[in-house]
């Protein structure tokens, strides 16, 4: 009930191409948080959203905040060979503050 | 650099061992998160501090023990380990508890503990 379903697992794409992935949850949420987890090092925040239907963007990256409050979707466009890495979604629940990450999706650039 | 120091940044150790993680937080941060990270899994929240006390717990084993010293550092305990302990620990800090108005955390970059 208050998992975090992020999909999809791994993406393996052609540099150049859009990404999206997204995290939904049947719980409501109060912040979504994307971050992306770099090899040998420790996840860092891309994007926060904190209202539903906000849609906030960073660069080439593009999140939005659900507006029934359970999910959220990350866009990466035009990827490059750098975006590779673990994208994790965090969501901040409503009712009880406490932090929930999703499994993340492990994406792959092809040069 | 996220200003969050772990260390050892790796270890290597026996089945039934105990080990001590440890972790400083960002300067100013009050609330410590250790997180669990086994291979191509997401993270596992295992526990939190908050000025020196327990805030929340996750799925932690009773193996395991946390504590939030006064200078806000804190100790991840270990013991018994078992192979399946093998994993990324890491910790993260924020100013205040989950309720902050950002709820961002600040990861560090992990030890790796691998159980033989």
């Known amino acids: 009930g208050q998992q975090l379903n992020q999909s999809p697992q791994s993406m393996f794409i052609q540099e150049g191409e859009d990404v999206s992935m997204n995290c939904t949850s049947s719980s409501i949420f109060n912040t979504w948080l994307w971050y992306k987890q770099d090899p040998g090092e420790g996840p860092v925040l891309l994007i926060a959203?904190?209202?539903?239907?906000e849609l906030t963007s960073n660069g080439r990256l593009t999140a939005q905040f659900g507006i029934t409050r359970k999910d959220s979707f990350l866009n990466i466009s035009a990827s490059i060979p750098s975006d590779v890495g673990i994208y994790f979604c965090a969501g901040q629940l409503y009712n009880n503050n406490d932090m929930r990450f999703g499994a993340g999706t492990r994406l792959t650039v092809k040069p | 650099d996220s200003g969050v120091t772990q260390t050892p940044k790796h270890l290597i150790t026996a089945t039934g061992q105990r080990v001590t993680l440890r972790c400083s937080p960002r300067s100013g941060d009050l609330s410590v998160y250790w997180y669990q990270q086994s291979l191509d899994q997401g993270l596992q929240f295992l526990i939190q501090?908050?000025?020196?006390?327990?805030?929340a717990k996750g799925n932690i084993l009773e193996r395991f023990s946390a504590q939030q010293f006064p200078d806000l550092h804190s100790e991840l305990n270990l013991s018994s380990l078992e192979l399946g302990d093998s994993a990324l620990y890491f910790c993260?800090?924020?100013?205040?508890?989950?309720?902050?108005?950002?709820?961002?955390?600040?990861f560090g970059e992990g030890s790796r503990l691998t159980v033989l």
């Open positions: 993260a800090s924020s100013p205040s508890g989950w309720g902050t108005n950002t709820g961002e955390l600040f």
């Open positions: 501090y908050y000025n020196g006390e327990e805030r």
């Open positions: 959203l904190y209202k539903a239907g």
